[in-house]
C-alpha cells in the first residue's frame, strides 16, 4: 500500500484527483491539504462525499510535516503557488516523488516559463529533472521518473494526435492551427461573474488566440512545429473537443495515416481512433483521448479532431496514469470502468 | 461468479444498469437484449463504450434461448412489454430470479395498475409473487424473493423520507404534498419533440397532477395515506428533487424526527440525513438518497426535502442493490464509490 | 415626452429596464446611474447596447443634480441602499415620481420589514405613502400614486392566482402551499460560486423555506391567509413556475373557479387563463402572467400553477407598467410584442 | 400597408419570422400556411402567441389562393419543397416578391445545387433571376430585385468578415479555414434522438468538415476563393461563433485592415466592429453581425471572429431586411431595437 499527499484538495482537479485516489485498491491518501478549509471535514463542504470518503483537510502547515511519510505527492496547485510548495517538499523529502498538475513544471526552457506565465521562476536547475507526464508518449522516462509534470489539458488533446504524424513526417510543420473548444470547467471553481450560469448558458467565444499559455506547450512536444492554439468556452462542464487544421502532401493517403496511428497507439488502451467523428459525450468522465480524422484532399488538408475530458486526461486521471506508472502499479487502476452514459 | 441477463439494454436505465454491472465483481453478463439493436455491438451504437465493455447485443428470442442458464435476469423494459416477456421467462426458466425496472409489477392489486396503466394485467396471479424493491424498508424480503419489483424513480425519492414519519404516526396521514422536479432523463431515450434541447433548456412546468401512475405506487407503501403527487419537469439532466408537505401535530419536536430517522436509517448506508437543505448534485452517479426537513411551526407544517439520481437509486442502482440481496453479494457491490464532483 | 432617470443600471433588472425604455416611444431616458460603472459608456461594458443605445453612466452624485428635471426615477438597487436614495431624491424633488424595484417600500408595517430584512427602516413614515404596483389588482391606486413599490418576482407569481379565489372565499385561506421554482438570474448578477456554470447546471434545490423575505409580502396581499412559501432554483435562465396547494371545499367546482377568474381578469391583458398547465418558456420575455389550474376532489385540493418571467413581470416590465399607469400613457407600451420563441 | 405572405410558418425560422413581422409597423400579415397544423390556431400550437398575435394558419392549397393579393411572400420552407411551391407561386402571381429562406436559390449554377443537395433543380433557369440577400454587400441588387435567396446561417458569418479582405487582396484567396460553432436551434424542430436535451447538453462535435452544403455557398461570395469550412453544435440554443484562419502578407498591418473593413462597413447599421473578441451572447435576438480579428505575425495568419444570431441575421431578421429593401421600407423596421441582456 503506498502513501500519497495532496496538497490543493478544493478545486476541480483536486477534488477529481480525490474522488478517483478513493476507488484505488492500491494506495491509501496520507494527507489532504487545503488552506482554505483546513481542519475541515471534506464531507462537510462537498456533501457528496458524506459517506463515501472520511477526510479531515489539513494546512499547508501540517502537510509538510507528512511529507516524510509519503511516497508520493500531487500538487493539484495555482502556478507559483506549486513552484513554492515544491521547493519546500523537495527540502523535506529528497525521496518523495511528485506528480505536479500546474504549469510550473511543463517546460524545460525557463525562459518560456517566464514570458508566458508572466513571473520569475524560482526552480529554474530542477525544470531538466521534471518529466513531461504524457504517458503514452513518454511512458518509459515517465516510470523512471521521480518528478512528473503533467499536461495541460489543451496540450493533452492536441499532442496525442498531433505526435505521431509529426514525429513521422506525415504532416508538414508549418501552418498547424487548433481550434480547441472546452467546457466551463476548465476555467476553475472560483468566483468569476463571467462564469456565472447566467451568463454563460449561451455563450461561445475565443480567448487569446496565438497568445495562450498552452501554445508553447504543445510546441515544445511536435519539434517545434509552428502552431497557432486557439482555445474557446462552449456552455458544457466537461470536455475538449479539438479540430486540428494540417497541410498534406498529396502523396499522403488514409492507410498511411491510419498505418501511422497504428503503430504509436494500436496498444494504447486510452486512446481510442476512431472512424466517426468523435464527441464530447462519449469520453465524458474517461481517461480516454478519442481521434479521428478527415482528408480534404481538394484543400490538400488533413483534418484532426480529438475528445478528452479535461478533468480526467486534462488533469486528474492523467495525473494518476503517471502516478501508476511511477509507483509501479497496473496502469489502469481506478481510472477505467468508470463510464456513465449520461 | 453469478450469471447475469438484461432484457432491454439500451434505454437510459439499460445503459445505466450495464455501465454498473461492468464494474460488478461477483457477476458476468450472458446476454444483453435489444430488438432495436439486435446483432450490433454495444460499442457500435454508444462509443462511450469502446474498450470499456465488449458486448453484442442480442434479440429477445436469442435471449430466451439463454434464460436458462442465467441466476437472474434484469427487465429494463417499457410497461406491457415486460411482463409479456417476464411471462415467457418464467415459463423457461421456474428458477430464474427476476428484477423488473418497470410498473408492471409494483402493485399487489391488479386493478390499481389496469386502472393507472390504462390496460388490462396478464399477470394478476404472480403480483403477491413479487417484492417491492426497497431495500431499506423491505431488506429481509428482498434476501427471500424470486421475484422483485423495482420501485420507481419519484416513489423512491418520496417513500423513503415519508416511512418512517407515517409508521411511527409522527405525521398525519391525510393531506400530504409531494412536489417533485425531475431532470429530463426521467422521459427516457426516444425521439419527441417536446424534449428536444432547444424546447427543454429554459423550460419548468408540472405534469398529471394527481394522476400520476406513481402516486398509488407511494401511497401503497404509506399505509394508503392520504397523498398528492405532483410531478415537475426541470432542464436538468438526471436527478429528482422531492419537497413534501406534511401536517404536525403541535406536540412533535425536531427531537422526536431526529430520533425516527435515526432509528430507521442510522444504520443505512446509502440513506444520508442531512442538517441542511439538500442539493441534487450531491447525490447525482450515486446511489444515495439524501433527506432533510424544515418544522413550520407557524403554520403546522413539516417540510421534507429528499434527493436521489433517478437513473441510479430511482432506477439502476437500485436495482443492482436487489439484485446483490438476492443473491447474497455484498449488497454495495459496484454502486458505491462511483463519486464525481462534476 | 416624459423625462425618466435610473439608479442602479446595471444588475439584472436594472439592464432589462434600460433595454425595455429603449424601445418605449413617449419617454426619454434623461440619466442612468451605475456607481459602479460612473462615468463609463453602456455600450463599452456591455457590448450587447452598441448601436442600440448611445449612453453614459452617472455617478450617483451626478444623477441627483438631475433629479429636479425628470417625471419619475426607477431604483433598481439592492434593499437599504434603495430607500437610502429615495430619502435623497425625495428632498430633492418633491415632485418626481419613483418606481422602486427593491424590497424597501413593499410593507405598510415597517415592524414586518424590519423583521424580514434584518434592518431599521429609516423612511417609515413614507411606506404609507407607497402603493404595491401590481396593476391588475391596485391599478386605479397606482395611476394616481406618487410611489409605486414594485412587487417582488415571487410574490406576482403568487399573489395573482391566488387573489380572486381568496378575495372571493373559494378557497380556504390556510394552508396555502406555494411551491415556486426559479431561475438564476434571480439571484442576480454578482460574484458568487454557487451560481457559477459548473455549479449550477445539474442543481435542483430548496431554500429558505418558510422563512423567506417573500412570505410576508404574499401574505400582506391574501388577507393575512396562512401561506407556506417555498422557493427552489433550477437551472434555468428565466421564469419562475409557482404551484400552489390549497384547500376546497366540495362544493366548489370548476365552473365557480372559472367564472371567478374570469370575473377579475377577463378583461386583463397580461394575465392568459389557460387550459393546459402552462410552460415558462411560453412567457419568457414578456409581461405576461399565464394561469390555469386543477381540481383533485379525492384530496379537496385546488392545485393553481403559474408562470411568469422573473426579470419582466416580476421586475421590469412590471416596473414599467406602473410607470405607464403613473405617466397616463398606454399601458402595453413597450412591453407588448416584445415575444421571441427561443 | 404592404401585404404579405408565409409559407412554412412553424419551423424555428417561420416562428422568427412571424414574431418580428407582427412588430412591423408596415406591413400586415394576409396569410401564414402550415400543412402540418393547417386550420389551427398559432396561439393554440404556441401557446407564446395568445394574445399577441390573433392568426389561424392555412393550408398549402388555400395560401396559393391568396397568392394573387399579397405584395410578398417568405418562404420557410426545407429544400426542393421550397422550389416545388416557389414555381406554383410564380405561376399564380407573376408580380408577387419572393423571399426564400431554403438552399434552393442560392446558386447561379444549377450544377453545384445539384451535387451538394443531391436532388434535381426543377427551375435552372430562374436561378439567375435570384439576387442573393447579404444586404451589406448586395443592397443595391437586392433593392431592385424580385426575387431573392436569403443566405443560409453558417455563409452570413463567413461571408461578411471576409468579404472585404479578399476583395481588397488583403488576404490570400488559399487556406482560408472556417470553423464555426452553432447551437442547437439550428437543427430545426423536429423529433430526432441527437438533439434530445439529454444528449447535447454537454456534447461538442463537428460534423461534415469539407463536405458541408454551405461550403460552396460561401466559396460562391469569396471569388471562388479556397475555404475548408468545418461546423460544429455546441450545446447552446442559438449563435453562430466563426472563428476564421488566414494567411496574411508580412506587409498588412491593422491599420491596412482596419481601414478596409472601415471603408465597407463604417455605415453599416448591422455590421459592428469590435476591438475585443466578441462574444455570442452579445448578438442574441439581434440582426447584428460582431467582428473583430487578430494578427498573428509570428504564423503570419490572420484571425477573424464573427458572431450572428442563427435565426435572426442568420435566417428571420436578414429575410425581413431583405423585404424591406424590396419594399421600400426602412431597412431596420421591426429588426432592430429588439435587445435582451439575457
Known amino acids: 500500500m503506498k502513501k500519497i499527499g495532496i496538497f490543493g484538495t ?3 482537479a483536486g477534488l477529481q484527483l480525490i474522488s478517483l485516489l478513493n476507488r484505488h485498491q492500491s494506495i491509501e491518501i496520507t494527507f489532504a491539504a ?3 478549509y483546513a481542519n475541515e471535514k471534506l464531507s462537510s463542504i462537498y456533501r457528496q462525499f458524506k459517506g463515501e470518503l472520511d477526510l479531515t483537510l489539513v494546512s499547508t502547515e501540517k502537510a509538510y510535516a507528512q511529507v516524510s511519510s509519503v511516497d508520493l505527492v500531487f500538487l493539484a496547485l495555482p502556478h507559483t503557488i506549486s513552484m513554492t510548495i515544491a521547493k519546500k517538499i523537495m527540502t523535506l523529502n529528497k525521496d ?17 516559463y517566464e514570458e508566458y506565465y508572466d513571473t520569475k521562476h524560482i526552480l529554474k536547475d530542477f525544470l531538466k529533472k521534471y518529466t513531461y507526464g504524457l504517458p503514452e ?9 521521480q518528478y512528473v509534470a503533467n499536461p495541460g489539458c489543451y496540450p493533452t488533446s492536441a499532442i496525442l494526435p498531433l505526435y505521431p504524424l509529426v514525429k513521422e513526417n506525415i504532416i508538414s510543420k508549418s501552418h498547424i492551427i487548433i481550434d480547441s473548444k472546452s467546457g466551463l470547467s476548465g476555467t476553475g471553481r472560483k468566483e468569476n461573474i463571467n462564469f456565472l450560469f447566467t451568463e454563460s448558458v449561451n455563450n461561445v467565444y475565443a480567448y487569446n488566440t496565438g497568445s495562450h499559455r498552452h501554445q508553447p506547450e504543445i510546441k515544445d512536444h511536435l519539434y517545434n512545429a509552428d502552431i497557432l492554439f486557439s482555445p474557446h468556452i462552449v456552455p ?13 502532401e498529396e502523396s499522403i493517403t488514409a492507410d498511411i495515416i491510419n498505418a501511422t496511428f497504428k503503430k504509436y497507439y494500436e496498444e494504447e488502451f486510452f486512446i481510442r481512433l476512431d472512424t466517426n467523428i468523435p464527441k464530447v459525450n462519449q469520453v465524458q468522465r474517461t481517461n480516454y483521448c478519442d481521434i479521428s480524422y478527415t482528408i480534404d484532399s481538394k484543400n490538400k488538408k488533413l483534418i484532426l479532431y480529438s475528445c478528452i475530458d479535461n478533468l480526467m486526461k486534462g488533469a486528474a486521471s492523467q495525473a494518476i496514469q503517471n ?3 511511477m509507483l509501479g502499479i497496473n496502469e489502469k487502476e481506478s481510472i477505467d470502468n468508470n463510464l456513465f452514459y449520461l
Chains 1, 2, 3, 4 share one sequence.
Open 323 to 325: 502516478m501508476n506508472l
Open 137 to 145: 508518449i513518454y511512458r518509459e522516462k515517465i516510470k523512471k521518473s
Open 10 to 12: 478544493t478545486g476541480y
Open 34 to 36: 487545503s488552506n482554505r
Open 96 to 112: 518523495v516523488k511528485i506528480v505536479d498538475l500546474s504549469g510550473d513544471f511543463r517546460f524545460n526552457d525557463y525562459k518560456i
Open 236 to 248: 458544457s462542464v466537461r470536455g475538449i473537443f479539438s479540430t486540428i487544421y494540417c497541410q498534406l
